[in-house]
């Protein structure tokens, strides 16, 4: 497993190596001792699963501290944009974000760390999106932040798709607006 460091400091992106011959491939895509040491020491207690059609555009979500979750993300058919934006006032990168293509093909998984808020673009005609939580979801501290506010401004590519956003996605606050954290904020126990 190769380990990606990005433009802001925890957030990485995995890049599994793939064993492959004429009856498939095969693929190591978790192991603990390594992602503690390349990564964190967190421990994944929730895996979840959507499917999405072309132009599903879904975030960008987070959950409140004591219910913030670090996500381990990665792509089982089709391809998105996945974004992490640093949410946490007083950070050096606070309001960048960082924008990788996830897909079945190039099975890249993605880590967004507690303290960002997280979102992605379906650019095939469908996608299947797993994730892995180091916390359980909780429904009062879920929270969002618009895709398209101009105050972070996200390059998320074109797509052949007419956007499809939840009415909870399109009604979320502006980062000016939103319950955010804070640098010092101490996210892991």
Not at 45 to 51: L, V
Not at 171 to 182: E, G, K, P, V
Request: proline share 4%.
């Amino acid at each position: 497993m190769e380990f990606i460091k990005t433009e802001i400091p925890d957030v990485v992106i995995l890049e599994p190596q793939i064993f492959g011959d004429r009856r498939g491939y095969f693929c190591e895509t978790f192991r603990e001792n390594q992602f503690i040491e390349n990564v964190c020491n967190t421990r994944f207690i929730q895996d979840n699963e959507s499917s999405s059609t072309g132009g599903v555009l879904r975030g960008l979500h987070y959950q409140m501290h004591p219910y913030s979750q670090s996500k381990l993300v990665r792509v089982t058919e089709g391809e998105v944009f996945d974004v992490a934006v640093d949410i946490r006032k007083g950070s050096p990168t606070f309001g960048k974000y960082v924008g990788v293509v996830l897909s079945a093909e190039n099975k890249r998984q993605f880590f967004i760390p507690r303290g960002f808020a997280h979102g992605f673009l379906v650019l095939s005609e469908h996608a299947t999106f797993v994730y892995k939580c180091d916390n359980y979801y909780n429904k009062a501290s879920e929270r969002g932040i618009r895709f398209d506010d101009p105050d972070l401004n996200i390059q998320w590519p074109k797509v052949n798709f007419e956007l499809n956003l939840s009415d909870k996605d399109l009604t979320a606050a502006n980062l000016q607006n939103a319950d955010l954290f804070n640098f010092t904020d101490k996210l892991y126990e």
